[in-house]
């Protein structure tokens, strides 16, 4: 595997001149625009505002290149890419009340393409309420479904899977989206945009029940064509950011590495923008103006200065974007005198109301011998698969795992909302409240594959939780983590969905298609009956996916808690935009980068009319 990986290091696409290492190289000290962050949402902007030749343009980026590390391209490979600390920032919250004070990893990228170059790959944009709750909360009619679905599109090209499933001729590189098994809506997607996005091409062992399970239990898990029409309710096939070599599309590889070489572009990487510096005579205007980014590459490290002519735009995500506010002087007087940092701009929205995924892995052992599990057992089996990727794209390597999912409102579960039940926490009925991946083989964050047996996962998933917890500082060093509390499983409503996310996999897997496959549930989960045990088997179990965001969000004028306005500038401040996941005021009920991207997209151009060019 490792000669392997060497040799795909050799053949990694070489970025050009503009892409520096070191501060001191930077050919300049002033740029029209200094972006914070070269991750999923940065690289976009830098490409887009690039595009206008008067601009410069330049990326800050804490991690290394993306092709100094070939294995983020292998789909299957995710997990342990997760847990690649060059690559990752290493973060753990705070121990969490409700998941018994277990404190969790919380990985996010830290390479270019930020956590574009280490999540899942899956592609949702979410549901039309979605949407339209942004843009109601927002005041802001461009924030809606309707307004952000050219953004959706623009970002995607659609392409084949990467090894062609279809039965009548495997192989063939013939697919037809349209016919095909019928497993997404051509009509509402793309193929000219920067991102890949296929269908799974690797359909395993379970793929063709899961299909099965929405026919023989249509009432309670309907087929849908295409999630990504913004009604995903019931069973679909899932899109991933791959391409049909079977290569993970990020926002390194599909935006920054094709813009590389414009003379208006400079990339600098394995350096952290340690604050944000207001002008010296900002004071005698109504508010701050935020002209200069400081950086360094270690805590001891030389401070450099980079000024921005026009904007200083913090795409540095959910957890660092605050962060980096906090430091700059940037939030509520209490939080910031508890370091002795001087306040520049109330604002007590920063870092408050991060929203998360909470997640749950449970097992079942299957009469099959045909899972993920087989090959996670065998060094030679791993090879041959890993060689099969590499040179044909093809097997099991080419997707992370799950090829279908599940979403799924519980008002008809049991569930009472409104007078005498719960709030809502969901935009509206187009919005799953859980989310179902059913994986073919162990998958689990907190447990190591067994050393015998086959199974099947399903990941549940809280997508309109209503917790919410947040991002401080632990201290006014820069290079120190932040206290990261994402709240998990705080809120009665989000235990009940983890819970009810339990008896709907049950009820799943109840179908016919599954008599002859599933042998039994795994102890922890079979133990877990009584709604008190099932509580405790959430708490003791439950993680997350990893998709903060809420932490800098954007809002009405008379918004108290929105850091930003509907356009993504700092209230208060002067020159700042904030550009990334922590600008969503709810977690999107679904997997945030497809969002993201949009998100991205339709920022650029609104940078772009704020200065004259669009």
């Known amino acids: 595997m490792h000669a392997i990986l060497a040799a795909l290091l050799s053949l990694a696409t070489l970025v050009g001149a503009a892409l520096y290492s070191d501060p001191a190289q930077l050919p300049q000290k002033e740029y029209d625009f200094v972006i914070v962050g070269g991750g999923t949402a940065g690289n976009v902007l830098a490409v887009r505002l690039s595009e206008v030749s008067s601009f410069s343009v ?6 290394p290149s993306n092709t100094e590390y070939p294995e983020i391209a292998i789909p299957f490979e995710f997990s342990s890419v997760l847990a690649n600390p060059n690559i990752s920032w290493n973060y753990y919250t705070t121990p969490q009340i409700g998941l018994n004070n277990r404190s969790i990893s919380y990985p996010r990228g830290k390479v270019l393409g930020g956590s574009s170059s280490i999540n899942a790959m899956i592609w949702t944009r979410t549901s039309v309420d979605d949407w339209d709750r942004y843009a109601a909360v927002t005041g802001d009619p461009g924030w809606s479904w309707n307004a952000m679905f050219p953004y959706m599109l623009r970002t995607e090209g659609l392409v084949p899977p990467a090894s062609d499933p279809t039965p009548a001729n495997p192989g063939s590189g013939e697919f037809n989206f349209a016919t095909d098994y019928g497993r997404l809506n051509p009509a509402v997607h ?4 920067p991102v890949n996005v296929s269908l799974a091409g690797y359909p395993g062992d379970i793929t063709s029940r899961v299909f099965q399970t929405s026919f023989e239990l249509p009432e309670l898990f309907p087929y849908v064509l295409d999630a990504n029409a913004g009604y995903p309710l019931g069973v679909g096939f899932a899109q991933y950011s791959i391409n049909s070599l079977g290569r993970r599309s990020s926002s390194a590889t599909a935006y920054l590495e094709p813009a590389i070489n414009r003379s208006n572009l400079d990339v600098l990487i394995t350096t952290q923008v340690t604050r944000l510096i207001a002008a010296v005579d900002s004071a005698i205007t109504s508010l701050p103006t935020f002209t200069t980014v400081e950086i360094a590459q270690s805590a001891n490290g030389t401070r450099y200065t980079v000024s921005a002519n026009k904007e200083i735009i913090l795409s540095a995500g959910s957890i660092n974007t605050p962060q980096l506010l906090l430091l700059s002087g940037i939030g509520a007087p209490s939080a910031l005198a508890a370091h002795d940092i001087t306040l520049l701009v109330n604002s007590s929205g920063v870092g408050a109301g991060l929203q998360d995924h909470p997640s749950l892995e449970s097992q079942w052992y299957v009469n099959s011998t045909g899972t993920f599990d ?13 060689s099969l990727w590499e040179s044909e794209g093809r097997g099991l390597y080419v ?3 799950d090829v279908q999912v599940v979403w799924k409102r519980l008002e008809n579960e049991n569930v009472v909302f409104g007078p005498g039940g719960y709030l809502d926490p969901a935009a509206g009925p187009s919005s799953p409240h859980i989310e179902m991946l059913p994986n073919d083989g162990f998958v689990s964050i907190i447990e190591s594959l067994p050393d015998t047996g086959n199974f099947l996962t399903m990941v549940t998933s809280v997508v309109s939780p209503a917790s919410r917890g947040s991002v401080t500082l632990a201290s006014a060093d820069p290079f120190d983590a932040p206290l990261i509390d994402p709240g998990l499983l705080s809120d009665p409503f989000d235990v009940l969905a983890a819970v009810q996310s339990v008896n709907q996999s049950r009820q799943f897997l109840s179908a016919p298609t599954w008599d002859d496959y599933i042998l039994r549930e795994a102890p922890d989960l079979a133990a877990a009956q009584s709604e008190a045990e099932l509580e405790a088997y959430a708490r003791n ?3 997350t996916i990893w998709h903060p965001t809420a932490t800098a969000r954007m809002g009405a004028p008379d918004d108290e808690l929105a850091v930003l306005t509907s356009d993504l500038r700092v209230k208060g401040a002067q020159g700042l935009r904030v550009v990334d996941a922590s600008i969503f005021p709810y977690v999107p009920a679904g997997h945030p980068q497809a969002c993201v991207y949009a998100v991205a997209e339709r920022a650029a151009d609104l940078i772009k009319e704020a200065w004259g060019v669009l």
Do not use: D, F, K, M
Not at 58 to 63: S, T
């Open 58 to 63: 330049l990326v800050i980026e804490a991690g």
């Open 190 to 193: 793309n193929t000219t945009g």
């Open 374 to 386: 087989t090959v996670l057992r065998n060094a030679t089996l791993q090879a041959e698969a890993l």
């Open 399 to 401: 997707e992370p795992g």
């Open 541 to 543: 179990g439950a993680s």
